[in-house]
């Protein structure tokens, strides 16, 4: 029976101790993969989408000038300096993805068709966020009027 306990303590000890050894290469190779997709870019994309999106709510040029300098200064902090983007990114991969799979996500974004998107990615999200943008804006109206028919219907 000793035997027995003995052997199984051992087989969870080296369970576990190989269960921490693939987080740790996981976390390695997302940390590769944030280094080769050039997170700066994705942020200073977010940035500017955040400003667009103040500069649309027509405030004071005061005001506008305090609310894109305090969102600035938090995504700042709060994004980058406190690694809340990272350690959401690193949770959220490790959590959908095997090693394996992260492997081939970081040998993708390290082949040149890889490459070509990164470096057109912030093209390609202030394309499609501008398009939508429009297009909100142009189909606003119908919208509102749905709502207004549904609140009076209730």
Known sequence: MKNILIFLSCVIYFSEINANETIDKKEKVISEIFEVIDV???????????????????MSPELEKIYIEETERFIQEEFIEK???????????????TLQELE???????????KKLQSILPELTSDILASTQKYWAKHSRKIQKRINRRIRNQ
């Open 40 to 58: 700066e870019d994705a942020i200073s994309t977010f940035r500017e989408t955040m400003v667009n999106f103040i500069k649309q709510r027509n």
């Open 83 to 97: 690694g809340f983007l990272f350690n959401l990114h690193v949770e959220s991969y490790k959590k959908h993805f």
């Open 104 to 114: 081939q996500i970081l040998a993708w974004h390290k082949s040149a068709v890889g």
